[in-house]
């Protein structure tokens, strides 16, 4: 592998992996030796990276201007594109909104050459347009709570057309082809629940922070999803 594109590689690995990383990661992720992963770091700090850490202890990146803009092969173009595109179809139009925003701003830092095939890529993310159920209520009050991990009040009107109100502990949200759907530790059952969001009526902070099990709770979800017979939705 040429140097320049070695350096550019350890790059995109120190920008993308939760730091500090260590060194034996990014020498199994830039297929390259560890003692020539130490060689590349110097070398990128003496061209003027700022890279914290060393050897043992982990690495970390803070970005600088005067680092080589992020690069991107044929086909990563063609995902991020495909990714982005594919958001039209989920009836979010603030998130659609965003990832377009967020596109423009990857496509403005890109080498000349990388931004003109950004914009002629060749693959489209397309499905029959369907009409989907308008919602009661404003998703950004649900996505703030999974974001800030604070409870919500919801007033629910569930399959059987039962409504009841409950305190939640939002874990996130799935997104379909024709559903919109919150993912919650659900405090009336003691147990996980998905709502659909269009039966949701109103909505409300509960102000309870879960911060500190938030992580127990999606493993305990994921391994309830492996059991046979475990029910989810309300």
Do not use: N
Request: with cysteine; charged share 25%.
């Amino acid at each position: 592998m040429a140097r320049p594109d070695r350096l550019m590689r350890l790059l995109d690995a120190m920008r993308r992996l939760p730091a500090p990383v260590t060194a034996e990661r990014l020498a199994a992720e830039t297929e390259i030796s560890r003692r020539q992963l130490y060689r590349d770091i110097a070398t990128l700090r003496a061209g003027g990276a700022l890279i914290d850490g060393a050897g043992g202890f982990g690495y970390t990146l803070t970005e600088d201007p005067a680092l080589p803009p992020q690069s991107f092969s044929p086909l990563e173009i063609e995902a991020l594109m495909l990714g982005i595109g594919s958001l039209d179809h989920l009836g979010d139009v603030d998130l659609a909104r965003a990832g377009r925003d967020a596109l423009a701003r990857i496509i403005a830092t890109l080498p000349q050459g990388q931004a003109r095939r950004a914009m002629h890529t060749i693959l489209r993310s397309w499905r029959p347009s369907d009409v989907r159920p308008d919602l009661h209520i404003d998703i950004d009050v649900l996505r703030q709570a999974c974001w800030d991990e604070t409870s919500l009040w919801l007033t629910y009107r569930d399959l059987k057309q039962s409504r009841t109100e409950r305190e939640v502990w939002p874990l996130g949200l799935s997104y379909s082809p024709d559903a919109l759907m919150l993912l919650a530790f659900c405090q009336l059952r003691q147990d996980y629940r998905i709502f659909h969001v269009v039966r949701i009526e109103q909505v409300r902070p509960g102000g309870t922070s879960f911060r500190p099990r938030r992580v127990e709770l999606l493993r305990g979800y994921a391994a309830r999803r492996i059991a046979p017979g475990s029910k989810e939705c309300t």
